[in-house]
């Protein structure tokens, strides 16, 4: 069974950065893409971009290009989303997801969640 | 304002049927398959429906899902109290290069 688990809860600073893990586990394939998604306070689902571990090519939605780095250690399976210049409207709660092929790339497995607060 | 358009608000009552519409345009639900999600209070999403309508083994057949053109619909048949969740639909869009979620639908079952 694949599981994603993620790092704690992190307090940052306005102007500051933040990098967040998701270590999978139960024999999913490095080829399968990893994507992030954060959720505001009372706020919907935002796509950040998603990265193959196996290769570590990224993809960045248009929002977050140039703020945003996703990257993967082979060797602990872990991939991590880096953020910089943080601010307020940061605050959110931060899903990593595994897009499975054989659903047709549906985010299938989720992370728990980490809660980043920007104040 | 996301792209894909869904109501805020839903309700039923127990046993009940209900429809939750997605609209998009053609360079998203007109080109690619949609996904339905269900987030239940402080947890994180479920995956529902894929490629359209299609069913993970896990998510009981009381969930549906159905597309028309560039609009898509998530039915639930047989309400009950624990579908009480906000359910969003989540298509690629060609044009923006991206994964777009609708707003999501609050469900309430009365």
């Known amino acids: 069974q694949v599981q994603l688990v993620q790092s704690g809860a992190e307090v940052k600073t306005p102007g500051s950065s933040v990098k967040v893990s998701c270590r999978s586990s139960g024999g999913t394939s490095r080829r399968h893409a990893i994507s992030w998604v954060r959720q505001a306070p009372g706020q919907g689902l935002e796509w950040m971009g998603a990265i193959i571990p196996f290769s570590e090519t990224a993809d960045y939605a248009q929002k977050f290009q140039g703020r945003v780095t996703l990257t993967a250690d082979e060797s602990t399976t872990t991939v991590y989303m880096a953020l910089i210049g943080l601010g307020a409207a940061d605050t959110a709660i931060y899903y990593c997801a595994e897009n499975n092929p054989s659903l047709r790339n549906a985010f299938h497995v989720w992370g728990q969640g980490t809660m980043v607060t920007v104040s | 304002q996301s792209v894909l358009t869904q109501p805020p608000s839903a309700s039923g009552t127990p046993g009940q049927r209900v429809s939750i519409s997605c609209s998009g345009s053609?360079?998203?639900?007109?080109?690619?398959?949609v996904f339905w999600y269900q987030q239940l209070p402080g947890a994180a999403p479920r995956l529902l429906i894929f490629?359209?309508?299609q069913r993970p083994s896990e998510v009981p057949d009381r969930f549906s899902g159905s597309k028309s053109g560039t609009s898509a619909s998530l039915a639930l048949s047989g309400l009950r109290s624990e579908d009480e969740a906000t359910y969003y639909c989540s298509v690629w869009d060609d044009r923006l290069s991206a994964w777009l979620f609708g707003e999501g639908t609050k469900l309430t079952v009365l």
């Open positions: 490629r359209d309508d």
């Open positions: 053609s360079s998203n639900i007109g080109n690619n398959v």
